[in-house]
């Protein structure tokens, strides 16, 4: 079974950083896609990039050159680094993974199979 646990998220203000982190558990060596995406209230989820545990990264366009994903598999644990960051990047985000095998594009949320509970962000202007 894959687990996915969030941590770090927090307030700050606009023009300011933050680093969250996912703990994923269970994937052992195979090939997953692993993702983050974020919701806030009366809106969809949206996708915010994602990486193959042995291969490229991909961004959704409104947070490229200022969010950066990467992931260190001695800990087990994915990161999301933002910068410069918006009050519209305010939501709670959420980390998602999908096993070989899934279809589906990277940012469509109805192909993951596995999500974490979700850690709320908060930018104020």
């Known amino acids: 079974q894959v687990y996915l646990v969030e941590s770090g998220g927090g307030s700050v203000q606009a023009g300011g950083s933050l680093r969250i982190s996912c703990s994923v558990s269970g994937i052992g060596d195979r090939s997953f896609f692993l993702a983050w995406f974020r919701q806030s209230p009366g809106t969809q989820r949206e996708a915010v990039g994602g990486?193959?545990?042995?291969?490229?990264?991909y961004y959704t366009d409104s947070v490229k050159g200022r969010f950066t994903i990467s992931r260190d598999s001695e800990k087990n644990t994915l990161y999301l680094q933002m910068a410069d960051l918006k009050p519209e990047d305010t939501a709670t985000y959420y980390c998602?993974?999908?096993?070989?095998?899934?279809?589906?594009?990277?940012?469509?949320?109805?192909?993951?199979?596995?999500w974490g509970q979700g850690t709320q962000v908060t930018v104020s202007s």
């Open positions: 998602a993974a999908k096993g070989p095998g899934s279809g589906g594009f990277w940012h469509d949320w109805t192909t993951y199979r596995y």
């Open positions: 990486l193959y545990t042995h291969g490229p990264t």
